[in-house]
């Protein structure tokens, strides 16, 4: 029996992910498609009765977190908590994933094998954003008690960093776990304290 369950889920499009640019930690707003796929988020998530609703700092996520909340038949307050941001990718942050791979082929094919050493100049390397990811999960595991359903809306790097401690991956395979925008990934606590995901980058509310 799960005693807690826990929705992680990513924010809906921004320009910046159309573009396939570098956003981590620039706060970009959500795009027309963006706001769409948050409805449909929120109208596949309307009868979920939240104890708690978690969101990171940049409005990406929170109007995502917003457009969910906002189906609740309560009002209920987002609970920001920063540590839940993007992982900071430095001098690579607003330029697009082509103009990096040309510049950079060596530096990218590096990261994406292996994050953990410092690759990007100025930017965070896997390590360090975990420690901060999990500060920021545990946040949630301690104000959690039995019996609740939480909401987080964070982003990609942060679900899969969670996705690989949870599952006991090496951090490097983290870029091999698919998140997609407004994906839901659900994981359920027992009265053990075991973690198991229930559900992983489900997308199929995009679909209907």
Not at 6 to 11: E, F, P, Q
Not at 42 to 58: C, F, G, P, T
Not at 97 to 115: G, L, R, Y
Not at 136 to 165: K, M, P, Q, W
């Amino acid at each position: 029996m799960k005693i807690v369950k826990i929705y992680l889920v990513r924010h809906g499009q921004t320009e910046w992910n159309k573009q396939k640019r570098y956003q981590g930690s620039k706060d970009i707003g959500l795009d027309n498609t963006g706001l769409d796929q948050a409805e449909k988020l929120a109208e596949k998530l309307k009868n979920i009765q939240w104890s708690k609703v978690y969101s990171s700092d940049l409005q990406r996520a929170r109007k995502t977190a917003e457009t969910v909340a906002s189906k609740c038949n309560f009002e209920i307050p987002i609970l920001e908590v920063p540590e839940l941001r993007e992982m900071h990718f430095g001098d690579w942050e607003g330029q697009t994933f082509t103009s990096i791979e040309e510049q950079f082929p060596e530096k990218v094919n590096a990261f994406f094998a292996d994050p953990t050493p410092q690759i990007i100049p100025a930017g965070e390397n896997a390590e360090s954003f975990r420690e901060r990811v999990l500060k920021g999960f545990e946040e949630i595991l301690t104000n959690s008690s039995a019996g609740d359903v939480v909401l987080a809306v964070t982003h990609g790097g942060t679900i899969r960093v969670i996705v690989c401690e949870v599952m006991g991956l090496p951090l490097k395979d983290m870029w091999e776990i698919e998140q997609g925008n407004t994906a839901i990934n659900i994981l359920g606590i027992g009265k053990d304290g075991k973690m198991t995901f229930e559900s992983v980058n489900d997308t199929s509310h995009l679909k209907l």
